[in-house]
């Protein structure tokens, strides 16, 4: 595509058309000033010739996945070449999604003559929203050699942008757990019980109980031996991670201090119940590596989404990081019970399974207990949701003012005896049910997790 450039219309203006206009006032140089804008004419004509193709000589590049952080200033980085023999000023555009808005959607950059290497064009840009994001194009636009015409051309390119969840504020609040010095951090507490896991027979001593005697080894070498059990060390602990239709709700109010800025208020105001499911899953995954446990993840709606076999490092982190990260709601109701079958034909070593989902639909949570009941003799189930607004007993708290708010605390009544009701059947069952708060979702589930590692529940 080629279009004029502001140099050609002041050409036109200056040079063709006073030109014009001489016959009109000396008809003796008609002639020569007809000549003369003919071959201002051609000679644009010719700029024009010239110019066309000469962006074939530009090459791009995307550099590998762009990764970047939710909330936090980035950069989009593109690789370009000048194949030509001659320095080229460019102007490089990229249209970003709405999600990964950018200040400057165009730069303009020097490519130096010569094939001796890649230049690097940047874009900063600020993610708003957790995803995978895909950029097909890249526009160029160069001068002709006279600088006459702007030439343009769409580069196809494949830059590929991941923005990952936000866990700053996360572990701002629970930055006295990732401490090691000192009386701070998440230590290992003296556990209740001699443990589960057994270690070595050993000679009878009194004192042991009849329950501790190994009685084929006793028959075996004729006298008593007792079995020694140890405290179970490395555990494996899933997170599944409910994605479905309820996930989509809004997650609830936070507080936000004035040195964290509008910006953070934005990304806190724009939270969906899976944002902070997203975020409560990563945030124990820390935890559980920094006490030795093995964190696996998985993610469902009417189907498995993603499982990643519980492990421990870095590595595995960075994989758990990347099945979340573009996760994003669906229209559908959860399958409890094809869940169920595919944990029971997968897991077979006891684990404790942290389910992240929404039981405030009487459906849902019948479906969610009769699925269980396939698990609760092999895994520790423990079912973690964020309270819903106003779900309190009617008297707690002020700030009635309104008829509107009388009702309103009504319906919060009853929505929070419902699942007060729904905990005790679930602790019938031999199930664990807990409601989360939204500010400190996080805080919860890490204490849920110490609580049950030091009672050895698993």
Known sequence: MIVPRNRLLWVVAGVVLPLGAVPALAPALGWAALALAAGTILAAMLDASLGLGSLDEIELAPSAPIRLTRGRAGQVVLLARNLSGRTRELRFGLAFPPQVPSPAEELTAVLPAGADGWRSVAWNCLP????????????????????????????????????????????????ALFLHRGGHGLHPHRQLGQGREFEKLREYIPGDTWNEMHWKATAKRGRPIT??????????????????????????????????????????????????????????????QRQGDLFGLLTFTDRVQGFVRAGGGQAHFNRCRN?????????????????????????????????????????????????????????????????????????A???????????????????????AELEQVFQRQGLHFSLLDHEGLCLQLVSRYAQIKQRQLL
Not at 336 to 341: C, I, N, P, R, V
Request: contains cysteine.
């Open 128 to 175: 708003l929203e957790r995803g995978r994001y895909e950029m097909e194009r890249c526009y160029l636009e160069g001068a002709t050699p006279l600088g006459l015409w702007a030439i343009r051309r769409a580069v196809p390119v494949c830059l590929e942008l991941r923005v990952f969840p936000n866990l700053a504020r996360e572990r701002r609040h629970l930055a």
């Open 227 to 288: 079995k020694v059990f140890q405290l179970e060390r490395t555990q494996e602990v899933y997170v599944l991670v409910d994605a479905s239709r309820l996930s989509r709700r809004p997650a609830g109010k936070t507080e936000i201090s004035p040195a964290e800025g509008k910006l953070a208020e934005a990304l806190v105001l724009g939270d969906t119940i899976l944002e902070r499911y997203v975020q409560a899953a990563l945030i124990l995954g820390l935890v559980a």
């Open 323 to 395: 099945v979340l990260f573009d996760l994003q709601p669906r229209p559908v109701s959860p399958e409890f019970d094809e869940l169920a079958s595919f944990i029971r034909l997968r897991l077979r070593r006891r684990s404790l399974l942290v389910f992240l989902t929404h039981l405030d639909d009487p459906v849902l949570s019948e479906s969610f207990l009769r699925a269980m009941r396939m698990l609760r003799s092999h895994h520790l189930v423990v079912a973690h949701m964020l309270r819903p607004p106003d779900a309190r007993p009617v008297f």
């Open 397 to 419: 708290g002020a700030g009635v003012e309104t008829v509107d708010d009388i009702y309103r605390r009504l319906g919060g009544h009853l929505v929070w005896n419902g699942l």
